[in-house]
């Protein structure tokens, strides 16, 4: 997820930590606990993105791809994030306070900072993107597929509540200005549909409404249930698009082994969602891109927006669509040329412990294009687009242990790769 909605992931559940604490208290925490578990909560939040000082922001695709979104999202490196976190706010009230948190305000922050931590994991693991949750008893990918990686609904129900429960005017402006900047982008992004944008401006009022009559308990809880609820919706329109997709790839080839299926909604949108199949049919790889409607009764899924389109090798798929799915564009090669580009170039292979869906294409004799088809891949354009030698035996350095998403394709190859 991006780190804005991280940030308020941080601050619901501090906000919860500090409703649920008065709760069982029959008290208010100290100004001091409420600030001090708001701010270090929004850090621990956003910790594990910490690996962006290492892979660096717009440096070595290669890097960055292998590395962010590796060994810091991860529940073991999560768990020690939040213990340096807990350390560093004790630390931090102990310098304002010049006397140490009492044992209870320790208690709090500890576990709040660890739900914080986490939580960071669970949100991009909604995403197509994928995380390695259990590193290093597991090295593979995990991927949720159920939520766009910036969902403005999460904004809505998070921010009328917490800018109703702050007591600092600087955080009331600052939260009210990141809704507004989400509805105004809404509106103008194409991929953003009419009908989604209209609803999301709706909900925005009701959420404002509810956070002016809702008590300080009811505004947290109505946050917390408003968050569940956008997930489990879009993770329910994701679903319905995954048995669409695979009935209809059922009946255009029903010989075709299904490899893969990767769903990614549309920004705040449950019905429309990018579909991509990874397909082998004896000795071929096919990768094809469509638009699914959970709801054609809603929208068909031909009125569904896209997000961009796959690289210049594709072409019109031949696919029947229907009003429940629209079939885009197609691509296939032997399965053959990718296991024998990871066996013989190294960088190749260590690309493909990133990438999920490869498409590929010669550039000269001796190099080729190799990128993943849910950023763009084989464009040129995709940040996971990244040329690689046809052989070449050296590697790169600090390659962490990933199994390839595609591992089954280069299954036959897999003891002497991996």
């Known amino acids: 997820m991006d780190n804005v909605t991280h940030s308020l992931a941080g601050l619901v559940l501090a906000e919860s930590a500090v409703r649920l604490r008065a709760h069982r208290a029959g008290a208010e925490p100290s100004p001091r606990f409420r600030l001090i578990a708001a701010l270090s909560s929004m850090v621990a939040a956003n910790l594990p993105d910490a690996d962006l000082l290492y892979t660096g922001i717009g440096g070595d695709r290669l890097t960055y791809m292998l590395h962010h979104r590796g060994y810091t999202h991860t529940v073991v490196m999560a ?43 669970a949100l991009d693991w909604t995403n197509s993107y994928g995380v390695h949750l259990f590193w290093p008893i597991d090295d593979r990918w995990r991927y949720g597929d159920s939520v766009f990686i910036v969902e403005p609904w999460f904004w809505v129900v998070a921010v009328p509540p917490l800018v109703a429960s702050s007591r600092s005017r600087i955080a009331r402006v600052l939260l009210s200005v990141i809704l507004i900047l989400g509805l105004t982008l809404a509106w103008r992004v194409d991929f953003v549909s009419t009908g989604a944008v209209t609803a999301l401006t709706i909900g925005s009022m009701v959420s404002i409404l509810l956070a002016r009559v809702l008590r300080p308990s009811g505004r947290a809880a109505a946050a917390v249930a408003g968050w569940i609820a956008v997930t489990l919706i879009m993770a329910t329109g994701s679903a319905v698009a995954r048995r669409t997709a695979l009935r209809s790839m059922g009946s255009a080839d029903p010989t075709a082994e299904v490899l893969d299926v990767v769903v990614t909604p549309l920004p705040s949108n449950a019905v429309c969602m990018t579909v991509i199949t990874v397909e082998r049919s004896e000795t071929s790889y096919r990768v094809v891109t469509a638009r699914v409607s959970a709801a054609p009764w809603i929208t068909v899924a031909s009125r569904c927006g896209t997000r961009g389109s796959a690289g210049p090798m594709f072409r019109v798929s031949s696919r029947a669509s229907t009003p429940a799915i629209q079939w885009d564009a197609e691509w296939a090669a032997p399965q053959g040329e990718l296991a024998t580009l990871a066996r013989e170039s190294c960088p190749a292979l260590a690309a493909l412990r990133f990438i999920r869906v490869p498409a ?59």
């Not at 020690?80 to 630390?91: E, F, I, Q, R, S």
């Open 79 to 121: 768990i020690l994030g939040a213990a340096l976190m807990w350390v560093a706010a004790t630390l931090v009230w102990r310098w304002r306070a010049h006397l140490a948190p009492t044992r209870e305000d320790a208690a709090w922050l500890a576990g709040l900072l660890l739900v914080s931590t986490l939580s960071h994991l």
């Open 360 to 418: 590929w294409r010669s550039l000269t004799d001796a190099t080729v294009m190799l990128g993943d088809v849910r950023f763009g891949g084989g464009s040129g354009r995709g940040f996971s687009d990244v040329t690689v030698p046809r052989r070449a035996a050296a590697c790169e350095r600090s390659v962490p242990p990933w199994i390839p998403p595609r591992a089954d394709i280069l299954a036959s190859r897999r003891d002497s790769l991996f």
